[in-house]
């Protein structure tokens, strides 16, 4: 059977975590068999065709985007006589505001993408003074709903959410349930008609009740999910924009975002709305999401033209936003588009996969009832020559074998295995969500307890990334940098006012950072933390040198990115002249001098001795986990400065900065956490090697044995050299983001290893979407990385990751303890309906009864078990290999241990009873019956409690913790008590003396120490010798080294 299970799962119902192919997708939909309720077990999967029409709705209106941007531009210029008129009135609403145009001119001139369009209203200071916004203060916070009144809000037309009674009507879909009413209904009538009112109408009312309270807590349940989705989509979209707003930068939700904020892009960003450049060096735009053109466009004076939804390629600037949420292009290409929804986990497919072979299976077991009930009362009806003669009280009975019937097929068919998973997704997520971190696709929350390698960043993520300049090498000398104004009065007297202020025009004037006062005066630094650190440390040095670098134009910039690994910028000097600056990776920078500066700050030739002393400098500092910087600079002739790029070469060198960058706290704990749950922490940073390993060792990455490779040289390696060298492989210096991507791509195809891959920039999307699981830097991280990624570390930090790894861990190991319960329980209930009906031809369990249980091993189980938090242990064996069998060996023996325990019972009472508990009287039967109901739930309650850990004996270690658990106990058990003694009319049952209660809680209770007793035996795991990323088991527990 379990080999047989996994064959059919794996043939059928494989789907990769990641990028799955539609064939895929197609195939286990195929396969999929006797669904009860399409509507309620298919809301979480993708509907391929409504995907594949969005599709094709995207390409047609991107082709009109495309269209209207380009083509009628180029007509426009071409013909050249357009009238533009600007003399339009105002509406009162508009001019009432204080505002002096339209948002219907605003929305049509960033559709026009024609620039003459600009001049009658005096370009983008025309459009500021219309706008009363000042493009140096920005829009002032007490404005703001004014303008949101006026022009919109920032968000586009969502759908409404699906009310309460959509999801009490899909829950009522069901097949089995509607067949069942109908039965009721029929049962009610005959009933009435045969034994009189009430008396009559009771069983059928039963069913009706039993239904209504099935469909309640189950559309309660779904609604719930469907609340805390719609939350974790919301904050999806939540992104952080930087503005200027009363007069200093700060950040805003891009859902606060009102026409004439004044915006600021930096490479990765997405443009926020539609706008105009205000500023800006070497914008280039991606237009693709919009357009589908993928060639970049340039924004400039000549085009300022930017539109929301597309993303900052390269380069930074400033625009002034025209139009938001619903009268921008992005906003209503968005509406139009119907949303297929995420692709189904791998467990989510699986799980259908496990409930069309037991539906199947419960399916022949309903119509064997179903026959061999009627055929036996055809028989006794035969023998007492009553063939001929039928009576409603017959057709009664008839109708109630089929009730049976379909009840065994609604307690068969575990329609709620796959929707299980999305219960404990939600709940994982929602919780994840608390612990700082945003999950953007469900697979990945599942797929991160697989994780079997984590390729982490440095900066940030295992260290604070508050960095602080501690040490400085400039004329020839290295010195310890402190904090406070006397460390500036000490660098002040100690050089030349010359060299000191090229130093600080290198820090200030090559920039992407900004100097900002808040509301109190206090000065902020808003930008990137390495330049932060530069800048911060500049400001030690009191004097006007801030003043003086603002009366400097700069002419051109070449922002930093992790390719180049530096920063440049040309300068037009006051007095006359250029001058270039650039810093960056201090071995490329070096490499780029020939010169190096002198105490009076005149420029001397680079010595080979004096190179060989400053690269011992700058290993000195790496060494020390130091982050090292080299400045430059290079005065230009005037035709230099004209040419399209900024120079390679022939600078002077200025100084080396050591920047301090210290490891977070419980770093080095939580990498020790991975390596317990074999997972190997592999560090890849484009920080120097020696700063790599210093900070390696520091966080416990680094062993003695392991390998520390620079990218260069990791990209000359053959694939062969490679084979041997990753196993080993702990970090990676001075990395590409394409290493990056070659090393995620070789883990997954060579070594078969489940990889986790952080990334913060714009160049790390590849990687991101390589790996099994992306996980983009929520505060360094460009909207680009996030986009691309898998889950949003909020705080940055690696604990974080080791957290989502513990819940991804706690997810698989929830539904498999539900798999277990729940099989437990249709194995019993089918073959005691089964083998009553055929020995005795009656079943013990009624349609009612029957109906209680599925809620039990449905909704109530699946709450109560795929929800429990995370415990510390899970941490502490390997991951799960990719192709392990889903129900393990440890699984069945735990679900035929229990089976045969409870089928031993039940059948002893159902055969026995009367005898063994000596029940005589006229409702003897009833009360065995009720005895045996009871027994059986008690059975499931223990057995729930038993299947909180399927490996180890004590099996209420943080049950008391675990909250929703103990409610869906209390819950069931004061339901079982309400039915037996209270809802017997409708129930079918009798109340039971204090004696058969005792006796129905000690038979389940039973089932515990047959646990117990269970777990004892042995059984040959499903886990290989080796593990499957083909090299050896890491050590675990007291075994780690």
Known sequence: MEEYMEEYLKRHFAV????????????????????????????????????????????????????????????????????????????????????????????????????????PHGGIKGFASKLKVSLSDGVMSRNVPKRQEIYG??????????????????????????????????????????????????????????????????????YKQSLQFKDLDREKKNIMIQVTRDGSRQKVSIYDLVVGDIVHLSIGDQVPADGLFISGYSLTIDESSLSGESEPVNVDEKNPFLLSGTKVQDGS??????????????????????????????????????????????????VLTFFVMTTRFIVVKSLNNEIYKWSMSDALNLLNFFAIAVTILVVAVPEGLPLAVTLSLAFAMQKLMNDKALVRHLSACETMGSASCICTDKTGTLTTNHMVVTKLWICDKAREIGSGDNTGN?????????????????????????????????????????????????????????????????????????????????????????????????????????????????????????????TNVINGFASEALRTLCLAFQDMETSQSNEDHIPESNYT?????????????????????????????????????????????????????????????????????????????????????????????????????????????????????????????????????????????????????????????????????FVQFQLTVNVVALMTNFVSACVSGSAPLTAVQLLWVNMIMDTLGALALATEPPTDELMQSPPVSRNTNFITRIMWRNIIGQSIYQLIVLGILKFCGKQLLHLHGADSLSVLNTLIFNTFVFFQVFNEINSRDMEKINIFRGMFDSWVFMIVMVSTVTFQIIIVEFLGTFAETVPLSKDLWIASILMGAVSLPIGALLKLISVSSDKHPQQHDGYEQLPSGPDLA
């Not at 409504?50 to 995207?58: F, H, S, V």
């Not at 050249?80 to 600007?86: F, L």
């Not at 938001?324 to 209503?332: A, D, H, K």
Request: proline share 3%; hydrophobic share 45%; with cysteine.
């Open 653 to 817: 060198l200025i100084a080396v900065v050591g920047i301090k960058d210290p490891v977070r706290p419980g770093v080095r704990e939580a990498v020790r956490t991975c390596l317990n749950a074999g997972i190997k922490v592999r560090m890849v940073t484009g920080d120097n090697i020696h700063t790599a390993k210093a900070i390696a060792r520091e966080c416990g990455i680094l062993t003695d044995d392991g390998v520390a490779i620079e990218g260069p040289n990791f990209r000359d390696k053959s694939v062969q050299e490679l084979q041997d060298i990753i196993p080993k492989l702990q970090v990676m210096a001075r990395s590409l983001p394409l290493d990056k991507h070659k090393l995620v791509k070789l883990l997954r195809n060579e070594f078969q290893e489940v990889v986790a891959v952080t990334g913060d920039g714009t160049n790390d999307a590849p990687a991101l979407h390589e790996a099994d699981i992306g996980l983009a830097m929520g505060i360094a991280g460009t909207e680009v990385a996030k986009e691309n990624s898998d889950i949003v570390v909020m705080d940055d930090n690696f604990k974080t990751i080791v957290t989502v790894a513990k819940w991804g861990r706690s997810v698989y190991i929830n539904i498999q303890k």
């Open 490 to 614: 000490a660098l002040k007297r100690s050089i030349s006012e010359k060299l000191l202020s090229i130093f600080l025009h290198s820090i200030f004037l090559n920039t992407n950072s900004e100097v900002v006062k808040d509301k109190n005066g206090k000065i902020n630094i808003m930008g990137s933390p390495t330049e932060s650190a530069l800048l911060e440390f500049a400001l030690l040095f009191q004097g006007d040198y801030m003043a003086q670098c603002k009366q400097v134009k700069i002419v051109k910039v070449e922002p930093f990115n992790s390719v180049k690994k530096k920063m440049s910028v040309v300068v037009a000097l006051p007095g006359g002249g250029y001058q270039a600056f650039c810093k960056g990776a201090s071995e490329i920078i070096l490499g780029m001098c020939d010169k190096i500066v002198s105490k009076n700050g005149e420029s001397a030739p680079l010595s080979q001795e004096q190179r060989k002393k400053i």
């Open 153 to 222: 809000y920032n968000r586009v037309a969502e759908k409404p959410m699906k009310p309460f009674w959509i999801f009490v009507w899909e829950a009522l879909q069901d097949m089995t349930l509607i067949i069942l009413m109908v039965c009721a209904v029929i049962s009610v009538g005959v009933g009435i008609a045969t034994e009189g009112w009430p008396k009559g109408m009771y069983d059928g009312v039963g069913i009706i009740l039993c239904i209504l309270l099935v469909v309640m807590v189950t559309a309660i349940s779904d």
């Open 16 to 119: 990769e975590s990641k990028n799955p192919s539609e064939e895929a997708l197609q195939r286990w939909r195929n396969a999929v068999w006797l669904v009860k309720n399409p509507r309620r077990r298919f809301r979480m999967v993708a509907d391929l065709a409504k995907r594949a029409e969005a599709g094709r709705n995207r390409q047609n209106i991107q082709e009109k985007v495309r269209i209207a941007l380009y083509v009628q531009k180029a007509a426009l210029h071409f013909i050249d006589a357009v009238s533009i008129k600007s003399d339009y009135k105002l509406s009162d609403r508009v001019k009432n505001a204080g505002f002096e145009i339209e948002p219907e001119e605003l929305e049509s001139i960033n559709q026009s993408h024609d620039i003459k369009k600009l001049d």
């Open 317 to 366: 600037g400033k625009m002034l936003v025209t139009s938001v949420g619903m009268r921008t292009e992005w906003g209503r290409l968005m509406v139009t588009l119907s949303d297929g929804g995420d692709d189904e986990t791998p467990l989510q497919v699986k799980l259908n996969g496990v409930a069309t072979i037991i539906g199947k299976i419960g399916l022949v077991f309903a």
